[in-house]
Nanobody, 122 residues
């Protein structure tokens, strides 16, 4: 019923920038908090950036000052602007959202995208 589709990943040199997008589609009633979780090879997914419906944001210390999360509620899309990228930022970046569907408006469920790969070369 609901899909999250990420885009914007790729290969970039250290110090460069990338902008990731995550578009939510389907039978959406309400899009609540949205987040980005990178998963590096051999490691668990870790939350690095969150944005509430009203726009308040939170960041992990590892990306604070370098990454900016934003959202366009009219487009049901969340973005992650990644600047000053480091090789340790290399990971598959997953979008996560708390979404209520048209058929179950009173309950927020968790949804994940398929991930977009980011590789930062030194």
């Amino acid at each position: 019923q609901v899909q999250l589709v990420e885009s914007g990943g790729g290969l970039v040199q250290a110090g460069g920038s990338l902008r990731l997008s995550c578009a939510a589609s389907g039978s959406i009633f309400d899009l609540n908090a949205m987040d980005w979780y990178p998963q590096a090879p051999g490691k668990q997914r870790e939350l690095v950036a969150s944005i509430a419906r009203a726009g308040s944001t939170g960041y992990d210390d590892s990306v604070k000052g370098r990454f900016i999360i934003s959202r366009d509620n009219a487009k049901n899309t969340v973005y992650l602007q990644m600047n000053s990228l480091k090789p340790e930022d290399t990971a598959v970046y997953y979008c996560h959202g708390l979404i209520a569907t048209m058929s179950d408006r009173g309950r927020f469920s968790t949804y994940w995208g398929q991930g977009t790969e980011v590789t930062v070369s030194s």
